[in-house]
Structure formats: C-alpha cells, structure tokens
C-alpha cells in the first residue's frame, strides 16, 4: 500500500454538517439527540479519516473534544454536573442543539436559493422572442463525503465479518492500479454499484487503497458518485455519464 499516500480531496462541508449527517441518517429528531452515541458515531469518522490519511480542518477535533466533554457531563447525576455559568439549562445537551437548528436553518435557506439560481439556469429564450421553460434532465444527486465514508466503513464491517478475510504479509497494492480498475468497470458508460468494486477483496489494505483512488477519481472529476434516493446504493459513474 502507498502508506504516504494523502487525499487532497477539499471537504466544503463542517463538523455541524456531519452531525447533521448522521442525525438524518439515523432519523433522530434534533431535540432526541444521545449524546454517547453521535459522539461514538462522530469519532468513528474522524478514525476513517485518519485511516485514509484525508486532510481535515481543526474544527473538526475542536468539535471532538467539545461532544466528549458533552458526553462525560452526561454521565454525571444532575447534583454533580460542573458548574457552567453561561449555560441557561441543566441538560449539556442544548447549545448544541441551539447550533445544530440554527445552522440546519441556514443550510436549508442556502439550500432553497441554489435551487432556484438552478431553475432559472434551466429557463431561456426561444427564437422568436418567447420565452419558454425548457425541462433539461436532472442530474441525480451527488454524493458528498460523509456519505461515501459511511459506505466505506460498511464495507470494511462486511469484509471483516467474513470468514475468508486476508492479511497477506508484504501484500501491495497501488492506488494508480485501482484507478485503472475503476475506470475499466465505468468505462461502458453504465454505472457501477458502490460495492462491486469491492466485491473479490478479501483484505482490508486492498479496500482502502480501492477507496482512495475512487476518491482520487471523484476530485480529478473524472467519476462522480450518485445516489438515486436516500437510502440507495451509491452508484459510481464516469463524470460524462
């Protein structure tokens, strides 16, 4: 494996929006939020991070430590939290929630603007001087990060599970080998399911340097990762496709 391999893959999106993230995937209400569990859940990610060498902003371990002091207060009875002279309730948990309404606000308002810059890129003028709305194909939605390590760390739970597993001693593979393999299963112009790239591996370095060259991929933006509903598989595409 390349072990000084290091994705410069940019991640536009913060710890609130991977919290975010998993709240929605677990369908958990804000205001339900287990502490010991998205910080467990939290920390698992910054692991695969650090596992697949990805570059992250320090806000992301700020947010780390903030959920683990969360967490430990939790823990705590009522009679023997810490005192806190800025918090306004007993529950640690609010100042997150505030933060995460606040800011899931601000996405979904940033969210309803770019949808509608979108449509109006998809209206324009016809000969003759009327205009008329033109319905061009929707692209189906593209996968961000977070989803993409979710499904990674799927596959390695699935992998591991599996009697066959392999650790072969001075094993190697290359993330420019892997791209090639990718490219090849995308090259028909049909896209290819999230786990058949990984479906003949029987070894966890094998998975991770597979992972890596697609994320190399997804930021030379020369495949793209879709989802054609919430709770599909993620499908790999070459970016023309």
């Given amino acids: ?31 339900d939020i287990s502490i010991e569990r998205i910080t467990r859940q939290y920390l698992e990610y910054l692991q695969a991070f650090k596992e697949l060498n990805i570059d992250v ?3 992301f371990v ?20 810490p005192p806190d002279e800025e918090a306004e309730e007993d529950d640690p948990r609010w100042d997150l929630i505030r933060q995460l309404i606040e ?19 998809r209206i324009f003028i016809r000969d003759g001087g009327s205009s008329a709305a033109v319905e061009a194909p929707l692209r189906l939605a593209e996968v961000g990060i977070f989803q993409l390590i979710h499904a990674f ?12 597993l392999q650790e072969i001693f001075g094993e190697h593979f290359t993330v420019s080998e ?9 090259a028909a112009g049909t896209a ?10 029987a070894s966890r370095v094998e998975i991770i340097v597979t992972f890596l060259a697609l994320l190399e991929l997804i930021r030379l933006k020369q495949v793209r990762a879709i989802q054609r509903s919430v709770f599909d598989e993620i499908e790999i595409a070459a970016a023309a496709a």
């Avoid at 979904?108 to 949808?115: D, G, K, P, R």
């Avoid at 760390?153 to 066959?164: L, S």
């Avoid at 892997?178 to 995308?186: A, C, E, G, R, S």
């Fill in 57 to 59: 902003a320090g806000e």
């Fill in 103 to 121: 800011y899931k606000k601000f996405k979904e308002a940033a969210a309803q603007l770019h949808a509608r810059a979108l449509e109006q890129e």
């Fill in 178 to 186: 892997k791209i090639d393999m990718i490219l090849q299963k995308v």
């Fill in 192 to 201: 290819v399911r999230f786990s058949e790239l990984f479906g003949d591996i």
């Fill in 153 to 164: 760390q799927n596959v390695i739970k699935r992998i591991e599970a599996r009697e066959d």
């Fill in 62 to 81: 700020v947010m780390a430590a903030n959920l683990i002091y969360l967490k430990s207060r939790s823990l705590l009875p009522v009679d023997q939290q």
């Fill in 1 to 31: 494996m390349e072990s000084d391999y290091k994705v410069k893959l940019e991640i536009f999106e913060g710890p609130l929006d991977l919290l975010l993230y998993l709240i929605k995937r677990d369908e958990i209400d804000i205001y």
